[in-house]
Nanobody
Framework: QVQLVESGGGLVQAGDSLRLSCVAS????????VGWFRQAPGKEREFVAG????????NNADSVKGRFAGSRDNARNTVYLQMNQLKPEDTAVYYC??????????????WGQGTQVTVSS
């Protein structure tokens, strides 16, 4: 059973940066496609960015292209989401999720508990 724990959220101002971390235990993270999702109040959960388990292939939603980037540190069994040029509309709870040797569109097997990101204008 893989457990994912996110951290790094917080309250920032528009234009600031944050780096979220997703630490995995109970499994080797480089066997998983790891996606980052977010859910704002009253809205559906949406895919934000992800990083592949092979070759480090990354995917990004159009709304964050050029601002967000996923990366991984296999030695630390950790995946990161670097978020730059944050906007108030980026405010949401951010989750990481893992899909065994999957892709962006795979069913995700494991989810973290989420970390709140709030961007003030």
């Amino acid at each position: 059973q893989v457990q994912l724990v996110e951290s790094g959220g917080g309250l920032v101002q528009a234009g600031d940066s944050l780096r979220l971390s997703c630490v995995a235990s109970g499994g080797i993270i480089n066997n998983y496609y790891v996606g980052w999702f977010r859910q704002a109040p009253g809205k559906e959960r949406e895919f934000v960015a992800g990083i592949g388990w092979i070759g480090g292939i990354t995917n990004n939603a159009d709304s964050v292209k050029g601002r967000f980037a996923g990366s991984r540190d296999n030695a630390r069994n950790t995946v990161y989401l670097q978020m730059n040029q944050l906007k108030p509309e980026d405010t949401a709870v951010y989750y990481c999720a893992a899909a065994w040797r999957g892709t962006m569109t795979s069913r995700y097997d494991y989810w973290g508990q989420g970390t709140q990101v709030t961007v003030s204008s």
